[in-house]
């Protein structure tokens, strides 16, 4: 068995994940590779969630009886616990959503029905970047097309970067939303932060920062990345679906307007007009996803006694390992950073001239899974005048034994196609 400094005890870690022991195609053993898309949920979060609809299930916030007084005390001590997890000054900047995408749309809304100074109109510019995941991409496009708003885009390098070399002339004084991945979906590629917020706040502009491929694989910290706004999804960090996080500054978020109407989100309400709750709850129109922000905070707890740092620290291993064996496949070619390096744990590539659709098919017959297409950023395939990718990516749960299943994958793809 390959032995990697930086690993955790991923033999103690799967017993956690049930799904992990399938197996599916006669008998062979699933080797997971799809953790972009969605991670395994151990069994700590399958406990939450069933311990939450067998005993505590009921709506939250108005109800005076007990089950009403438990769901409500569950869901917002999730708040509190994704708040930690983040280094949120308060525990009011949380708002709870469907997804990171409702999360971004969110945002996109709010600035499109704001007052002055933050409105978005035919006057001002949005800037995204070429490696966004279209749940970046067409919120700001929708934004430009109702308001006029130019939107502008980062281009990327050959090698799979961002490129900043005209920063001062794609962010200017007339850019009121900077929006951009920490890191890319489909490359991997960790951006440079610091960098583009600094050009941000020259001008006055705000941002906002996709963090989905971020929060499930290594510390975040609102704090010490200065953004003004912060969207992640529950189901990549071994939580359940149907739960995403934004993280948005105290007093943007109460100067700005509601994107949902309906219940929970009032103060008062007449037939000529209403009054709006404070945050985070004036942004939660209706019945929340109660027991998803439950397996949420239960994933939370999962990850923190870990350490982030040692996922981190793991899955740098895995991904180091990971690019040393592909390199030996012939014909493989990897889409992005081809150093462990400034990236995370997700590799794109191609192979030869055989379509990614059928390098997944053939995997998946192996027991490999791993995502095709172009993972919701087909600008970055039209970047590399590729159709489509296959893409590995790892997680906490991932060995060194999967990605040698997965090389040894790719050369039974190759021989199968001649």
């Known amino acids: 068995?390959?032995?990697?400094?930086?690993?955790?005890?991923?033999?103690?870690?799967?017993?956690?994940?049930?799904?992990?022991?399938?197996?599916?195609?006669?008998?062979?053993?699933?080797v997971y590779l799809d953790n972009a898309a969605t991670s395994q949920k151990p069994r700590q979060v399958l406990d939450a969630l069933n311990a939450y609809y067998e005993r505590s299930n009921a709506n939250v916030h108005r109800g005076v009886h007990v089950l009403a007084e438990e769901a409500t005390?569950?869901?917002?001590?999730?708040?509190?616990?994704?708040?930690?997890?983040?280094?949120?000054?308060?525990?009011?900047?949380?708002?709870?959503?469907?997804?990171?995408?409702?999360?971004?749309?969110?945002?996109?809304?709010?600035?499109?029905?704001?007052?002055?100074?933050?409105?978005?109109?035919?006057?001002?510019?949005?800037?995204?970047?070429?490696?966004?995941?279209?749940?970046?991409?067409?919120?700001?496009?929708?934004?430009?097309?109702?308001?006029?708003?130019?939107?502008?885009?980062?281009?990327?390098?050959?090698?799979?970067?961002?490129?900043?070399?005209?920063?001062?002339?794609?962010?200017?004084?007339?850019?009121?939303?900077?929006?951009f991945t920490l890191v890319s979906n489909i490359m991997g590629t960790i951006n440079p932060v610091d960098t583009i917020i600094r050009r941000a706040q020259e001008v006055g502009a705000l941002v906002c920062i996709d963090a989905s491929q971020a929060a499930?694989?290594?510390?975040?910290?609102?704090?010490?990345?200065?953004?003004?706004?912060?969207?992640?999804?529950?189901?990549?960090?071994?939580?359940?679906?149907?739960?995403?996080?934004?993280w948005g500054r105290q007093e943007l978020l109460e100067d700005l307007p509601p994107f949902l109407g309906g219940g929970e989100m009032i103060e008062t309400v007449s037939m000529s007009s209403s009054t709006y709750a404070p945050a985070p709850h004036k942004f939660e129109a209706g019945t929340p996803p109660i027991a998803q922000a439950v397996g949420l905070g239960a994933a939370v707890d999962y990850l923190t006694a870990i350490g982030m740092d040692k996922i981190a620290a793991h899955e740098h291993a895995i991904t180091e390992y990971a690019i040393k064996r592909l390199s030996e496949v012939e014909g493989l070619r990897i889409i992005g950073p081809t150093t462990a390096e400034d990236r995370g744990a997700t590799i794109s590539f191609t192979l030869g001239d055989i379509h990614p659709h059928d390098v997944g098919q053939v995997l998946d017959e192996l027991g490999i899974a791993v995502r095709v297409g172009h993972h919701c950023a087909r600008p970055v395939c039209l970047r590399y005048g590729i159709p489509a990718t296959t893409r590995a990516s790892f997680y906490l749960y991932s060995t060194p034994a999967e990605v040698d299943a997965l090389v040894e994958g790719l050369e039974h793809v190759r021989n199968f196609f001649g």
């Open 216 to 246: 499930p694989h290594m510390p975040l910290d609102v704090q010490a990345l200065q953004a003004d706004f912060v969207a992640f999804t529950g189901h990549k960090m071994v939580g359940p679906t149907g739960i995403g996080v934004l």
């Open 73 to 179: 005390a569950l869901y917002e001590g999730a708040r509190d616990k994704v708040a930690a997890f983040i280094n949120a000054p308060s525990r009011d900047e949380v708002i709870f959503t469907k997804n990171a995408s409702e999360s971004l749309n969110l945002v996109a809304n709010m600035l499109g029905w704001a007052d002055e100074p933050y409105r978005v109109d035919a006057e001002t510019e949005i800037v995204i970047t070429e490696m966004e995941h279209h749940s970046n991409i067409v919120p700001w496009q929708l934004l430009s097309q109702r308001t006029g708003a130019k939107l502008k885009w980062f281009g990327i390098t050959d090698d799979g970067r961002l490129d900043l070399s005209d920063i001062d002339e794609i962010i200017t004084e007339k850019t009121k939303i900077v929006s």
């Open 1 to 30: 068995m390959t032995q990697l400094p930086g690993l955790l005890d991923t033999e103690a870690i799967r017993k956690d994940f049930p799904i992990l022991d399938r197996t599916i195609h006669d008998g062979k053993k699933i």
